[in-house]
Every structure is written in C-alpha cells, then in structure tokens.
C-alpha cells in the first residue's frame, strides 16, 4: 500500500502500522515533507524496505500489528544489519518499561506515545532524520578522502621509486655497467622470493608486498659505489688487494648515504635497503664481506640479492671482463667459485632459470 507520490520524492518514510486512522495522522503529519510509504505489519513492511532500503530515511513502527509485530519486525531488520543505517521510531501507546526496554535494546532510536502531537513528533523524526543524513555524508566524506590519500600515496611511491632507480642507474653507467643492471636485478630478486615461498614456505615467509619492497630495495644495493672513485670502479684489470679493500667500502658507504635520507629510517623499504647495501656480498660459509656473517645470520632478503648480483654481473659485460655465458656463470655459481650460497637459494635458483628466460630479459 503505497501513496501515490513516491516516485517523485527522493526520500521517504516508511509508516508500519496496522490501524489506518493511525497510518492516516502520520501521513497527514509528515506528507509536506517526506514521500510516504505504508505497510499494515511487520512483514509487509520488511518486503518494501529490501526493495527500497536506500530511498527510506527513517520508518516509523507500530508493536503490536498482525503477521509480523513490531518487535518481530526489528529483530529481522538487525539480521539484515540495517540497524544503526535506517534510524526507526517506535509509534505506541504502551510505553512500559519493559516495552522500552526491549525497543531500545532492539536499536530504535526513540520511542514516541500515542495518541501522537504532530508538531513533536515531527521535530523528533526530522532532528533524526538530519542526524543521519549529517554522519552520511561526513562518513561519505571520510571515504572519498582515503580514496585521495590512497591514490597521493600511490603517487608519492611511484616518484620514489623512480627516482631510487634513476640513481641507481646513474652509479652504473659510471661504472661503466649498462644501466638495466639493477632493473634485472630487481625482477630476479622477485623471481627468486616467490619461488623460495613456494618451496620452503614454513622458512620463508614473505607476503607479496614485502616481496615487492625487497625488490625495490634491492636497487640501491651498489649506492655505496658513488663514494668509490673512478680509478677503482672503471678500473680495466684486476684490482690490487688495496684497491679491493676500497672497493669493498661500497656496502658500508652505501648505509651511510642511506641513514643521511630524512625521516626514512621509519620506512621498510629503508630497512630493506639498509640490510641489503650492507650485506649484499657475504656468504652463506662466512667468507664474504663487511662484516663475515654466516648462514642465516644473512637475512633471505640480502641472500637472494647476493646471488641475482652475482649471477647478472657474471653473464654481463664489465669493464674488466666479458660475459660469460648463462650456463658457464650457473656452474660458476654451483662449483662455489662465486663464493657459497645457501643451499636451499641454491635450489630456487634452479628451478627459477628453468621458467625465467634469462637472455630475454637482456
Ligand atoms: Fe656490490
Ligand atoms: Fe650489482
């Protein structure tokens, strides 16, 4: 039973109530403002609200009706979690304590006594009514401007990231390297996390977005060869025992230029790249540097980056030697004359050249 004008009017008011002469005053009291909808019970009005919850801003129940009582009626509406989003108002003329008590506990707004005061009851409806519209439209607020942050956010990391890569990329061409070094790099760290998740997933365990900030952070790793001069890094020919002590200053190097950056010690991706500038050419049996970790005193992070940067540096050409190819640097690696990797990176590495196409991505 529907009043003639809903169409028009975009908001409405659902009356529930089983006593026309009662329905009647309501609409009478309310009809200037609202579109008026009518149910005669629970039930009644429980089928309109699933058909047009989003056009009703408030309805107005009676307890005691046929079918479906008004009790009834509002346990179904909390099913449905509608309760708190559509404010309702019981209509009764029995306002016990325990009537009240049961409403409120049933989350209607508020309780109004028959025989009605158009007048009150009005102002206590709209005054509702405009409440909800207000915590609406500020909760619709609150949305849209995480939806604006989301997406600064999303800019702000992209730029980051770009400008870490272009840095990088710059610190290789100084080294005479080709500037795709450290994009290779990336994608072969990425490669080799997923793969270690997937074969040893109770030892590593990364989520897809710490996988994402590793490979990200993997970029920085040589930023510490800005502090290294030319005559060391562009050197042709093997580095003399001094040189090479300088050279192996580019992980320490690195760490500091990255505790300069402001308030990025806070960051993962600051940690991440921390960890891995320094740690990136230790070795699994201790015979790396700066600092001769073991084992899993390395973290799986500067572990993977170790072995993507000596595997791509070995099938690249450097100023000092040619490339080798794909499978002499792979037995290179596994006859430990790169120095010794972990066992089980070993196997990912693996099983990571057979589905990556390594020369592709040349
Ligand atoms: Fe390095
Ligand atoms: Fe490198």
Not at 161 to 166: G, P, V
Not at 251 to 278: F, H, M, W
């Amino acid at each position: 039973m529907q009043a003639d004008n809903r169409a028009s009017i975009k908001e409405s008011l659902l009356v529930v109530d089983d006593n026309e002469i009662n329905r009647a005053v309501l609409v009478g009291t309310f009809q200037d403002e609202y579109n008026i909808i009518e149910a005669e019970n629970g039930k009644e009005a429980l089928d309109i609200l699933l058909q047009e919850k989003n056009s009703i801003s408030a309805i107005l129940l009676d307890i005691v009706m046929p079918v479906m009582d008004g009790f009834a009626f509002l346990e179904e509406f909390r099913k449905r979690s509608l309760t708190g989003v559509i404010p309702v108002f019981l209509i009764t003329a029995d306002t016990s304590e325990r009537n009240m008590y049961r409403g409120y506990q049933l989350g209607v707004m508020d309780i109004i006594e028959k025989p009605i005061v158009p007048y009150f009851v009005k102002r206590r409806v709209n005054s509702i009514i405009e409440l909800f519209r207000a915590r609406k439209s500020l909760s619709q607020t609150v949305r849209h401007q995480h939806g604006q942050i989301m997406e600064k956010d999303e800019e702000i990391n992209k730029l980051n990231y770009a400008l870490i890569e272009t840095l990088s990329t710059a610190i290789e061409l100084r080294s005479g390297e080709s500037g795709s070094h450290v994009k290779r790099l990336s994608r072969l760290t990425r490669f080799l996390l997923l793969e270690l998740r997937e074969i040893c997933p109770d030892q590593i365990k990364v989520t897809d977005e710490e996988i994402e900030q590793i490979a990200a952070a993997a970029i920085m790793h040589d930023v510490g060869k800005i502090a290294i001069s030319d005559a060391i890094l562009n050197k042709p020919g093997k580095l003399t025992a001094e040189e090479f002590e300088i050279m192996k200053t580019h992980t320490i190097k690195g760490c500091e230029i990255l505790s300069l950056v402001p308030n990025y010690q806070d960051n993962v991706l600051y940690r991440y790249a921390y960890d891995i500038c320094r740690h990136h050419h230790e070795r699994w049996d201790g015979g790396g540097y700066p600092d001769g970790l073991k084992g899993d005193e390395i973290t799986i992070w500067s572990q993977v980056v170790s072995i993507a940067d000596v595997f791509d540096a070995l099938t690249s050409e450097r100023v000092y030697k040619k490339a080798f190819p794909v499978d002499t640097a792979v037995d290179m690696i596994y006859s430990g004359q790169c120095g010794k990797f972990n066992p089980f990176l070993l196997k990912a590495f693996e099983e990571v050249l057979k589905k990556y196409d390594y020369a592709a991505q040349k």
